[in-house]
């Protein structure tokens, strides 16, 4: 009874509950609690929105605040939590290219919107994130509806056909939200950030990281950052083809270079809570944007 749930045969839910309590009391038991310095979160928080304006910023601004933390504070990598799905375009523009076409003045229509072109803030942001460690990040969905994708997807880790069928992979989506074509053809890569896995309690103790998208694989985006910041591609870790459990889903963990993942059978990995929130540093975007910020080696 009990190698059949371990195996995943069938789930008994008795067992199940155990699994999660003894888990949460280890976690409480061992969290570190103490702050790593390693990641910090530029956050787009009220002071920020109080000196800059609502969210979103013009692209500009992002680009000052990608280049900034890249060639300034000399970060390994830069992860975008947020989707860039929308042409990021002058209003004034428009209302002048309107108001000039309005009047019959297509002299300057025309001189306006080639000058226009020049300030694509599009373009501008995907300049500023082109050979650099960027990881852009983009939505996944498993709906019945019919929903057109959007945008560009990256490279997944594994293409269609390049891995075996008989690997379990319950995370399927069936859409996508993707960033504009340009941003994600200048980015490193990109991951999605849907995916939440909450337990049937209600509770948030794991995150997907593989998703299946028309028969390929695509990473997390703490996957994918991961896999920039170490250098290393992700790999599946398998287990034997043979024996009592040759018809057991095969992939048990992820590997980046020596750095092993666990996951369970719906790919999805524990996340190992280091304490309460402000368990990693926090700076305010905008104080990146002005480089006003205190702790520069932070």
């Known amino acids: 009874m009990f190698v059949g749930h371990a195996s995943g045969f069938y789930r008994i839910s008795l067992l199940e509950q155990l699994e999660t309590l003894t888990y949460d009391s280890r976690l409480r038991l061992t969290m570190p609690r103490d702050v790593d310095e390693r990641i910090v979160i530029i956050d787009v928080d009220e002071k920020s929105l109080k000196a800059e ?67 694509d803030r599009d373009a501008i942001f995907a300049d500023s994130i082109r050979d650099k460690p960027v990881v852009l990040g983009f939505v996944f969905q498993a709906t019945d509806r019919i929903v057109g994708n959007t945008g560009a997807l990256p490279k997944p880790i594994f293409a ?71 250098r290393q591609p992700v790999e599946p870790g398998l287990v034997g083809d043979s024996g009592l459990l040759s018809d057991y889903p095969r992939m048990e963990w992820l590997e980046i270079g020596k750095r092993r993942i666990p996951i369970d059978e719906n790919v999805s990995s524990l996340i190992p809570y280091r304490g309460e929130q402000g368990s990693f540093p926090y700076v305010s975007a905008v104080d990146v944007l002005n480089d006003t910020v205190d702790d520069r080696e932070r």
């Open 53 to 119: 304006g609502r969210w979103p910023w013009n692209r500009v601004k992002l680009k000052t605040i990608v280049e900034r933390l890249v060639n300034d504070y000399r970060v390994a990598v830069v992860g975008f939590d947020m989707l860039f799905a929308e042409k990021d375009e002058s209003e004034e523009i428009a209302v002048l290219l309107q108001r000039a076409r309005e009047r019959g003045d297509m002299g300057f229509a025309d001189t306006l919107k080639r000058e226009a072109e020049k300030l």
């Open 160 to 230: 269609t056909g390049e891995y075996r069928r008989e690997w379990s992979f319950p995370s399927r989506a069936t859409t996508y939200s993707g960033n504009l074509p340009n941003l994600q053809a200048a980015a490193a890569d990109a991951g999605y950030f849907s995916n939440a896995a909450i337990d049937e309690d209600g509770l948030w103790r794991r995150v997907s990281m593989l998703t299946e998208f028309e028969g390929a694989l695509y990473p997390s985006l703490a996957l994918a950052v991961g896999s920039l910041y170490l």
